[in-house]
């Protein structure tokens, strides 16, 4: 099993920034991807952005240039830089790990961005 807890989520204006992290424990050894997906209200949940136990990332094309998603593989903590943050980008946002066999989420954090 793997534990999974975000945290970092909140309110911003237009144009600000926030940092959201992925605190991991358990069999995080098993992980072989670390993603972070969003659901905003009366839409599917999406990928937002991927990085791979390899070190590799992946992107959504809405939020390429703008978010970054690193790791911190000392203290099992993956994190979403977002920066130049859009109303759009509103939505509860999800820490997703993959393993060959199981998928675990965490519990999800709220972003709002508003005026």
């Known amino acids: 099993q793997v534990q999974l807890v975000e945290s970092g989520g909140g309110l911003v204006q237009p144009g600000g920034s926030l940092r959201l992290s992925c605190a991991a424990s358990g069999s995080i050894l098993s992980i072989n991807v670390m993603g972070w997906y969003r659901q905003a209200p009366g839409k599917e949940r999406e990928l937002v952005a991927g990085?791979?136990?390899?070190?590799?990332?992946d992107y959504a094309d809405s939020v390429k240039g703008r978010f970054t998603i690193s790791r911190d593989i000392a203290n099992n903590t993956v994190y979403l830089q977002m920066n130049s943050l859009k109303p759009e980008d509103t939505a509860v946002y999800y820490c997703n790990g993959r393993s060959v066999r199981y998928n675990y989420w965490g519990q999800g954090t709220q972003v709002t961005v508003s005026s």
């Open positions: 990085i791979t136990s390899g070190g590799s990332t």
